[in-house]
Nanobody, 123 residues
């Protein structure tokens, strides 16, 4: 079992930045690809970004490409999502998730999920 806890959410003005963290416990994070997802009020959850277990490969949703950066520190058992140039439409609850397969993220078929952290971007 892997337990995931997100942190770093909050209120920020449009154009600002936030860094989300996802701390894992229970098993070594290095065995898993890590994904970030988000769900805005009244909308379905959507894929944001994924990083392979070694950190070599990453992939982003078109809506965040060039603004968000996913990274990880396996020694700290933590994954990150650096969010820059934030827009009001980025307002959502952000979730991290883990799975042994890199390709699981695009279909959101991840094995382990955190409870989320709320990001609110004001205009």
């Amino acid at each position: 079992q892997v337990q995931l806890v997100e942190s770093g959410g909050g209120l920020v003005q449009a154009g600002g930045s936030l860094r989300l963290s996802c701390a894992a416990s229970g098993r070594a994070l290095s065995a898993y690809s890590m994904g970030w997802f988000r769900q805005a009020p009244g909308k379905e959850r959507e894929f944001v970004a994924v990083i392979s277990n070694s950190g070599t490969n990453t992939n982003y949703a078109d809506s965040v490409k060039g603004r968000f950066t996913i990274s990880r520190d396996n020694a700290k058992n933590t994954a990150y999502l650096q969010m820059n140039s934030l827009k009001p439409e980025d307002t959502a609850t952000y979730y991290c998730a883990a799975d042994s397969r890199y390709t699981s993220a695009r279909t959101q078929n991840m094995n382990y999920w955190g409870k989320g952290t709320l990001v609110t971007v004001s205009s």
